[in-house]
């Protein structure tokens, strides 16, 4: 079971920057891919960024464009999400995901999400 907990978002306006942060509770974390997943109002999920358990692979967006960078803090527990040149597109609620060695479309775990909201 992994339990998943994201926090830092908020207001921003456009330009600046938010880092949001995945707090992740599993005895076996390293084993877990992790990615991080947006959706905005009448809009479906999509992806933003994942990487593999091992780290060999890496899923990003398109409109990531080298703005958003991942990392991630085995001893933590924690990923990262550091977003910068943000777009008043961004705008969305952003999820913390897992799963079990590599990323796919539907994980199994999920946090709660955390709003971002991007003005311009």
């Known amino acids: 079971q992994v339990r998943l907990v994201e926090s830092g978002g908020g207001l921003v306006q456009a330009g600046g920057s938010l880092r949001l942060s995945c707090q992740a509770s599993?005895?076996?974390?390293?084993?877990?891919?992790v990615g991080w997943f947006r959706q905005a109002p009448g809009k479906e999920r999509e992806l933003v960024l994942s990487?593999?358990?091992?780290?060999?692979?890496?899923d990003v967006a398109e409109f990531v464009k080298g703005r958003f960078t991942f990392s991630r803090d085995n001893v933590k527990k924690t990923v990262y999400l550091q977003m910068n040149s943000l777009k008043p597109e961004d705008t969305a609620v952003y999820y913390c995901?897992?799963?079990?060695?590599?990323?796919?479309?539907?994980?199994?775990?999920w946090g709660q999400g955390t709003q971002v909201t991007v003005s311009s």
């Open positions: 990487r593999s358990a091992d780290g060999l692979y890496t």
């Open positions: 599993a005895r076996t974390f390293s084993n877990y891919a």
């Open positions: 995901a897992a799963h079990w060695q590599r990323m796919n479309n539907d994980p199994d775990y």
